[in-house]
């Protein structure tokens, strides 16, 4: 009969401290996105093509086409950076783990770099990189931009939930 009487007064106690927050629990389930970038795209819209540039890339090791992607949240605020480099003009996978439901901006550069500069570009840099609203593309002032300091780039709006893998070409918007 103890028994009983301690289980009775439990499920009381329960039964009126339970359910008395109204509020909902919201799971955000995170995602692994993809982005595949055609790094040829831009070259070839050029007048004279891609030709030059492989030949330039072919006759000078110590550069790299340099492909650059920074995701922006809805505050406009940067979450994720990613940097790679190949030798030759292909398709490029960048993956960003573990984003959460959400919507996000997706800013990408290409431009040739050169690797004995901690693959930087001998021209572009970027600039305020931490907020989309002020981020910003800069070159020096005395220096003369030649055919092959192509510098390109392209955005899109991502919906990581709906779908994880996204197609990047950046666009010519910068050369000589």
Same mark, same amino acid.
């Given at each position: 009969?103890?028994?009983?009487?301690?289980? /009775?007064?439990?499920?009381?106690? =329960?039964?009126?401290?339970?359910?008395?927050?109204?509020?909902? #629990?919201?799971?955000?389930?995170?995602?692994?996105?993809?982005?595949?970038?055609?790094?040829?795209?831009?070259?070839? !819209?050029?007048?004279?093509?891609?030709?030059?540039?492989?030949?330039?890339?072919?006759?000078?090791?110590?550069?790299? #086409?340099?492909?650059?992607?920074?995701? *922006?949240?809805?505050?406009?605020? =940067? #979450?994720?950076?990613?940097? %790679? *480099?190949?030798?030759?003009?292909?398709?490029?996978? !960048?993956?960003?783990?573990?984003?959460?439901?959400?919507?996000?901006?997706?800013?990408?550069?290409?431009?040739?770099? %050169?690797?004995?500069?901690?693959?930087?570009?001998?021209?572009?840099? /970027?600039?305020?990189?931490?907020?989309?609203?002020? /981020?910003?593309?800069?070159?020096?002032? *005395?220096?003369?931009?030649?055919? *092959?300091?192509?510098?390109?780039?392209?955005?899109?709006?991502?919906?990581?939930?709906?779908?994880?893998?996204?197609?990047?070409?950046?666009?010519?918007?910068?050369?000589?």
């Amino acid at each position: 009969m103890k028994n009983y009487l301690i289980f /009775l007064f439990s499920a009381i106690v =329960l039964s009126i401290t339970s359910c008395t927050n109204t509020e909902e #629990i919201e799971f955000v389930t995170h995602h692994d996105v993809t982005l595949n970038v055609n790094t040829s795209e831009m070259y070839e !819209q050029w007048e004279f093509g891609r030709s030059p540039y492989e030949k330039f890339l072919g006759d000078n090791r110590n550069y790299s #086409i340099g492909v650059t992607s920074l995701v *922006y949240n809805k505050e406009h605020k =940067l #979450i994720r950076s990613q940097k %790679n *480099y190949i030798k030759t003009f292909t398709s490029l996978t !960048q993956k960003f783990d573990n984003l959460p439901d959400g919507e996000y901006t997706v800013v990408t550069f290409e431009t040739i770099v %050169n690797d004995e500069n901690n693959y930087e570009s001998e021209i572009w840099s /970027l600039e305020n990189v931490s907020s989309l609203d002020s /981020l910003m593309v800069t070159y020096p002032e *005395y220096w003369v931009i030649y055919w *092959y300091n192509s510098f390109g780039v392209t955005y899109t709006t991502i919906n990581v939930g709906k779908n994880t893998y996204y197609e990047a070409i950046p666009e010519p918007v910068g050369c000589m």
